[in-house]
């Protein structure tokens, strides 16, 4: 099975800092790769789906990139609001795996 | 507005099984593929199983060897997951989601239910 690799596992920055978050597919995956938002007590929410389709609702400053078994999600000025745990996502077969998560915190 | 609600968690013995509901509302639920995902207390989370929208195909987690199993009543809008031989690390909130566009990438997803293995 195509394992998910997160990097870092955690991150502390300021408001207003530029924040890169990297998902690595043992394997390539295409584009078949999903980006997860889950703040603290919360139902996770779908932000980037096809690697770099930003959801209905989600702020421009998300973005995401990346193709074949590399990918970014980048938060291009980090706010308040976006303390959370950030999850990549393969699904261009089962298993459906999710990365380990990426914890971002305000400095 | 799409809803979906989960129903059925608990305490429950080593060994022993519980079966989780999710009743969905707000969309044409045979069109639709759904999933379940666990997380464990302050871990991540952890792809379970997906059924089509059809119920013809499903799919699991490899580390479930074999004890649970998901359905579907589209009568009843509702997705299942069956969890039998229950273990201590089975403990988990459980979501449940329905597919965005492709299978296996979630949106919407459910609150949760959660189940707890203990003597």
Do not use: H
């Not at chain 2, 699991?60 to 359905?71: E, N, P």
């Not at chain 2, 031989?85 to 239910?113: H, I, K, M, N, V």
């Amino acid at each position: 099975d195509i394992q998910m690799t997160q990097s870092p596992s955690s991150l502390s920055a300021s408001v207003g800092d530029r924040v890169t978050i990297t998902c690595r597919a043992s394997q390539g995956i295409s584009n078949y790769l999903a980006w997860y938002q889950q703040k603290p007590g919360k139902v996770p929410k779908l932000l980037i789906s096809a690697a770099s389709t930003l959801q209905s609702g989600v702020p421009s400053r998300f973005s995401g990139s990346g193709s074949g078994t590399d990918f970014t999600l980048t938060i291009s000025s980090l706010q308040p609001e976006d303390v959370a745990t950030y999850y990549c996502q393969k699904y261009n077969s089962a298993p459906f795996t999710f990365g380990p998560g990426t914890k971002v915190d305000i400095k | 507005e799409v809803q979906l609600v989960e129903s059925g968690g608990g305490l429950v013995q080593p060994g022993g099984s519980l079966r989780l509901s999710c009743t969905a509302s707000g969309f044409t639920f045979g069109i639709y593929a759904m999933s379940w995902v666990r997380q464990a207390p302050g871990k991540g989370l952890e792809w379970v199983s997906t059924i089509t929208n059809s119920g013809g195909s499903t799919y699991y987690a490899d580390s479930l060897k074999g004890r649970f199993t998901i359905s579907r009543d589209t009568s009843k809008n509702t997705v299942y997951l069956q969890l039998n031989s229950l273990r201590a690390e089975d403990a988990a909130l459980y979501y449940c989601a329905r597919e965005l566009s492709a299978l296996g990438c979630l949106d919407p997803w459910g609150q949760g239910t959660l189940v707890t293995v203990s003597s």
